[in-house]
């Protein structure tokens, strides 16, 4: 696990660089620079075209490793029972049926996601378990209408680069954490080996043509990709966790660097 590290990355943009996408009102989609709006829409569309088809399209695309790097966010994020846990861009409601055994009869599960048709097949995929102690919210990470100081621990897994507003997101995953409380993220990340990076970007060029095989879908596995590319480096998402008042950040890289998982905790005198 690494700490306190501030080697900067030429290829994506910096902490800095994001503050000012806020401030000149143009948004990273992919390569594409465009507003606020369109951004939102275009990710919506992106996970209604592809809704259906998702889980089957992680474990092609991972050969299965996106369950072990689940596996590790929830061990990292070091969920207890009886906590009131947020999985914020829940989805399909993987991470949810993962922990809801976990929190317990007296702990709750909160799936967060705007997308209607990803959210729906997480509800359905709970409500098969049979879990009684998980509910569903169709939200954005960037307005949550929650309560301040009202979640343990807030869980995130391969939404955050898809977030307009990555600042205000953290600001308000801040708000809603009790004091003490943390967020763990999972996301798509960069590899420091060059050999790695470049077998990588290999491997990712086949994604779009699988999904248009799959699924038919070949522009929404571009985005994946050109999401993947325009990310924010390990350490400038450090930096953001800092900037927007979590203490105790970290990340620990995984394969190398392919994916990492970010923590962060709110100050416990942070009301
Ligand atoms: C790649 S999926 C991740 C789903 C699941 N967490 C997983 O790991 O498989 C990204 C999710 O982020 C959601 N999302 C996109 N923009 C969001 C936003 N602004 N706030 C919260 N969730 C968002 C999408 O609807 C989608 O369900």
Redesign the pocket.
Known sequence: MKDDLNVSSNARPSSKEIREEIRSEEFSFGFEKVSANTK?NR??NV?TNVANE??LM?DLMSLGT?RLF?RMLIEISGINCGDQIL??????G??ADLIYRTVGNTGHITI????LQ??EIGRNRLLDAGACNVSTCV????ELPFRADTFDKIT????FR???MQYQ?LSEMRRVLKPGGSITI?EFAKPKAQPLRNLYAQYRSLWPKLGAFITGEKASYMYLNDSIEVHLSQEDLVEMFRDAGYVSCFYTDLLGGVAAIHKGTKPINDH
Do not use: Q, W
Not at 112 to 115: E, G, R
């Open positions: 939102r990710v919506n996970f998702y889980d992680n996106h689940k999985d914020l861009a829940g989805g399909t993987d991470i967060a996601d705007p997308n990803m959210i939200c954005t990470a960037e995130l897994s391969f939404g898809n977030f307009t997101a999972l």
